[in-house]
């Protein structure tokens, strides 16, 4: 396990290396580099540029000082807003957005696994597709629809909540409604899959033949092994649900961290650009980690399998 | 000698893309008290079927047991409600698999998934049932079993696996042990120990076996009696010897000269040619006319009726009619 | 035909004598198959055709294709502003309505599912080659350079898709060149990786196996066995990459990074279109709304019916 442990720890580096590296040379690449005069309006936002970047050193300095203030989980100055610093957006607003982002994944994972299992029990029963039905509409329609849909609906029409900001619970229906649909309708898609398949596997049998009760089945036998492909989505649908973020949080106008990065796009605000890249992406692929060490907790054969292939 | 269990006229079938399949035709025995009965057949032939519904184990849909009865303690099981017939699996009667590698579930340890079994049933103390689990692990071979207990499935042997498989079934002390080609996925040598333990186990605590196997080898091991099945129905019954030494139905007499021999020189092996009749439109008489050496009209019109020899041994075949007695029958002798 | 049951007497009088005579042993007869055979790709397009969803999700695409053709030249309008017809609801006139600048939604529509689905083909066409190329070397080499191979692979599935196809999209700046490019560049990676599972899978095939004994050439193994038996998964791929493509792109345009005007896609669309929520203008959001939605539901279910269709496992 944790010769396992420190493979994947070690792809993780790599990968994380390699996007802050990424980040960098492209940001660099920019015809007329982004980092010059012309570009800034304001001398106090030159010398914060100057003093984080070093832009009269070579490049390749340049990009060895980036990489010793990431290391210290320091992102840089704003180009646009001269008493602003990327770690103050992120500090502002993140919580937000991990908020609306974790409640949309639990939303998510709890309806998609409650849908997925109840399709696979009624297999090509009414229930079953009824529930793929919500799960390919929920899949096919995109999340600004969605939300436009909500607000249009339930917002402005009928008025049962709030159409913007994020305050109080009520607030925060509507977004996560919008932003869970579509990791709910993979999830459920996935867990009737995979628990169809499951179901039909010999040691369901065996466990059947014990004269066990299908409740002890399905949740002791079944789901456990279904539970295993479903995990492996996990960071996929993190990353989808992150930059949904960037969307939902622009329509509610959600002071969160994903209206700072929208707004640095538009403003070709870079280094905002860089910070907010570059700290995302850490997360993910922190998530994905994670996401890997649960798989092989969940699964005894994994520990020996990776041992057994080296 | 009391019968534990009646099976008469059992009838399954299955719903498929194409039709109905006719798995199991009108299937009756009897099993003995303390005694192991083998059904033996080619595959497809209806066996494992047969055992699944002694279980209540035919997937619905798109299974069911389209009619007859299966009589166990004065009751019929298929009339029984699910959870009625819930309480007699695993309990009174439970059943082994043919793959043990897969049989098992890859995410639980041995333990718990023997434990499950006898908590389902009994009002025990997990602590008891612990140690009830590790006196069946001792009793079917497997060393250490306080240690072996807390692993999972795939640290374990493909014997080893089936010696699990065959704890798990026995925890319950059930009546009825019944075993789907329990060695079928093993290595020869891991066959015989495994039959060894079969016998064993029946020594010690009088359970009667229903072995479910195409492997003639295996019978003659440790079958008391054999039920012959061909397309669905039982051709032919009788004790070991009788079966052995002198079989009556001509499918029969093929299965045993398919066999390979290592005590006779001489043997030929002979395979029966062609293969079963499809189960979506099964033939109206006898369903192995086709294949049949000594088929006469009779045979692909009226299924036969059923010829007592002995206490034991009985067949349906025409030929034991005496009007077929007079004609030219190429007699097959199996000393 | 009911028969009375005598034990131990051999006769059933109902039963005639001269049926008690020698049959010829009938072979063939019991090798006879009921059920017709197909080839494969024959069994999963009926089995395709029994899938009524997918088979409406056919026939939408074929008609949001039609119209993308042929759309623009039904409607009596160009994209030029029509000033005075400014957020004109859907009449004879324009039967989309017509927009902030007085341009007709019914022409921008055609126009935009050119672009929309013109990104979601190529972008799965891109995939496909170099998914392929890749996935399809690194399994049937194996060995120490599919090893370094899936290295590669691992450390590249671990960046965040979209957050560098922004990336990417900011430093090109916007256009119809770049988003395919943009979405290409890491795209392809699900595709090798199906593809690499695939190969490694089949060519353990006894069937490989045997063809290799008999001195094939690798090009004839691949063409004549791989391929055909990696083809369905491939195909289900590209079904779902396309409007996973599509998505992005009107996420992208929905960000400020999709293409320019006067260019339009329907993600273009909808973005300009959101603020009629408030304003009430509902067509300039329903329109392309609608179509990007049915498109994608669409590919879906033709992506989820053949998927069934050509899954070997599910012939029976």
Known sequence: MTSYILKRLGAMLVTLWLIVTLTFFLMHSVPGSPFNEERTTNEAIQKNLEAYFHLDEPLYVQYGIYMKSLVTFDFGPSIKRSSDSVNAMLERGFPISFELGFITLVTAIVSGLFLGIIAALRHNGFVDYLAMTIAVLGISIPNFVLATLLIQQLAVTYEIFPAATWQSPM????????????????????????????????????????GLSPVKIVF???????????????????????????????????????RYFVESISNRDYPVIMGTTVFYSAILIIMLFLVDIAYGLLDPRIKLHKKEGR | MEKILQVKDLQVAFKTFGGEVQAVRGVTFDLLKGETLAIVGESGCGKSVTSQAIMGLIPSPPGKIAGGEIIFKNRDLTSLPEKEWRNVRGADISMIFQDPMTALNPTLTVGEQIIEGIIQHEKIARTQAKAKAIDMLNLVGIPVPESRMKQYPHQFSGGMRQRIMIAMALICQPEILIADEPTTALDVTIQAQILELFRDIQNRTGVSIVLITHDLGVVAQVADRIAVMYAGKIVETGTRREIFYNPQHPYTRGLLQSVP?????????????????????????????????SAMEVCSRVYPIETKLSEQHQVHCWLQDQRARKLAVPVITIS | MEL???????ITPDIPDEWFTPRAKDIEQAEKVTRPSLSYWKDAWYRLLKNKLAILGLFFLLFVVFMAIFGPLISQHGLDQKLQDQNLPPSTTYWFGTDGLGRDVFTRTWYGARVSLFVGVAAALIDFIVGVTYGGFSGYKGGKIDNFMMRIIEVLYGLPHLLVVILLMVVMGPGLATIIVALSVTGWIGMARIVRGQVLQIKNYEFVLASKTFGTKTGRIIRKNLLPNTMGPIIVQMTLTVPAAIFAEAFLSFLGLGIQPPFTSWGMMADEGLSSILT???????????????????????????????DPKMRR
């Open chain 1, 171 to 210: 607030h925060m229906v509507l977004p996560t409604l919008a932003l869970a649909t579509g990791p709910m309708a993979i999830i459920a898609r996935l867990t009737r899959a995979s628990m169809l398949e499951v179901l039909t596997q010999d040691y369901i049998r065996t466990a059947k033949a014990k």
């Open chain 1, 220 to 258: 002791k036998h079944a789901l456990r092994n279904a539970m295993l492909p479903v995990v492996t989505v996990l960071g996929t649908l993190a990353a989808s649900i992150l930059t949904g973020t960037f969307v939902i949080e622009k329509i509610f106008a959600i002071p969160g961290m994903g």
């Open chain 2, 261 to 293: 021999r290592l005590d006779r020189e001489d043997a030929e092996l002979i395979p029966i040619a062609g293969s079963p009749p499809d189960l979506f439109a099964p033939p109206t008489g006898c369903p192995f006319t086709a294949r049949c050496e």
């Open chain 3, 4 to 10: 009375r049951k005598k034990q131990n007497s051999l």
């Open chain 3, 280 to 310: 009430g203008y509902w067509w300039r959001l329903f329109f392309p709304a609608f179509f990007i939605s049915v498109t994608m539901f669409a590919f879906n279910v033709l992506g989820d019916g053949l998927q069934d269709a050509l």
